[in-house]
């Protein structure tokens, strides 16, 4: 499949180096979201094709981490709702908020598009709570959900586009890190917090040339 241009998205073509599917009823190459990206190949640079995974409608209650030598790996979903993968780790129950996420990423020109990512813990109660952490440098994310309460999306470092999310959290900042980020059409949904608590969308590092930016 190396150097075929097989995916079509918004009119412009984008070439792919391999393509899997990942269907929880075994029909696809790989069940689970994790071991199709753990599968991704190491060093892919930029001229060498994406890495896509395809992951059919359903809901996949896994923890997924695509690492720092796993580059230009592709996600693509069914779309919000329909894709889901959902974790439950929080700092209460002893996690830290680094690694209680519930998809991890820090691959270099990682992209998503259309795939819900939760973190279902309680956060109001259970404090930080991690949907997705993303340290991923020119990492894009297109039509999908993060779903949580406290510290839903952890925009961790380096550079990150958000375009026609939806972002869902409570109390204290569920937009948070220390990158140059920009969401550009997203929505974005602050949750009822408990008594007494409040609701911050967004804080930012400070010290760093970086910054947050929302667009429309």
């Known amino acids: 499949m190396r150097g075929r ?4 998205l918004g009119g412009r073509y984008v070439h792919v180096n391999q393509m899997v599917v990942v269907r929880q009823d075994g029909t696809g190459d790989f069940s689970t979201i994790g071991d199709a990206a753990a599968a991704a190949p190491n060093g892919t640079d930029a001229g060498g094709g994406y890495y896509v995974i395809y992951v059919v409608a359903g809901v996949y209650p896994e923890y997924v981490s ?13 779309g919000i ?35 819900t990512i939760q973190n ?9 709570a991690v949907a997705l952490r993303n340290g991923a440098d020119l990492s894009t994310f297109y039509s ?6 406290q510290d839903t999306l952890y ?13 869902y959290g409570t109390t204290v900042d569920f937009i948070f890190g220390n990158t140059a980020v920009v969401f550009q059409n997203c929505n974005i949904y602050p ?7 409040y609701n911050t969308i967004s804080a ?9 930016s929302i667009q429309n």
């Open 5 to 8: 241009k097989l995916l079509q």
């Open 66 to 78: 695509v690492g720092s030598s796993q580059t230009y790996v592709m996600m693509i979903g069914d």
């Open 81 to 115: 709702g329909q894709t889901v993968t959902t974790g439950s780790r929080n700092v209460a129950d002893g996690w830290t908020t680094f690694n209680c996420a519930t998809f991890a990423v820090v691959g270099t020109g990682f992209v998503a598009v259309g795939i």
């Open 120 to 128: 279902t813990a309680a956060a109001a109660a259970k404090y930080q």
């Open 144 to 149: 999908c959900s993060f779903e949580g309460d």
């Open 155 to 167: 925009t961790h470092s380096l550079r990150q586009f958000y375009k026609e999310c939806d972002i």
């Open 191 to 197: 949750r009822l917090p408990m008594a007494g608590q």
């Open 204 to 212: 930012q590092g400070r010290n760093q040339n970086t910054g947050t």
